[in-house]
Nanobody, 125 residues
């Protein structure tokens, strides 16, 4: 069974930082890209950031660009999301996702086959 395990969520005040991590577990599987999505109560899930694991090319939604950084140490290890200058509107359940397929971009949730259970991020004003 393929698993993605997220960690690093928590509660911070506005302006604070958190670092999320997503590690593959269970049955090994090929990954070409990994992404982070989030869903706030009463809202649809939205793309946050993604990274192509071989090239290192990264993608960000406009509202987090310059504040969040997605990274990986190597193509087999965890993927991280460093979140700085957090705002109350960043409050959401953050999900990690992975895909073995090749696309021109990785901003759509339909590109991903594997999903984690989510980790809560709460930012207070």
């Amino acid at each position: 069974q393929v698993q993605l395990v997220e960690s690093g969520g928590g509660k911070v005040q506005a302006g604070g930082s958190l670092r999320l991590a997503c590690a593959p577990a269970g049955r090994s599987f090929s990954r070409h890209a990994m992404g982070w999505f989030r869903q706030a109560p009463g809202k649809e899930r939205e793309f946050v950031a993604a990274i192509a694991l071989i090239s290192g090319r990264s993608y960000y939604r406009d509202s987090v660009r310059g504040r969040f950084t997605i990274s990986r140490d190597n193509i087999m290890g965890p993927v991280y999301l460093q979140m700085n200058n957090l705002k109350p509107e960043d409050t959401a359940l953050y999900y990690c996702a992975a895909t073995a397929a090749y696309y021109d971009d990785f901003t759509g949730g339909d590109k991903y086959s594997y999903w984690g259970q989510g980790t809560q991020v709460t930012v207070s004003s």
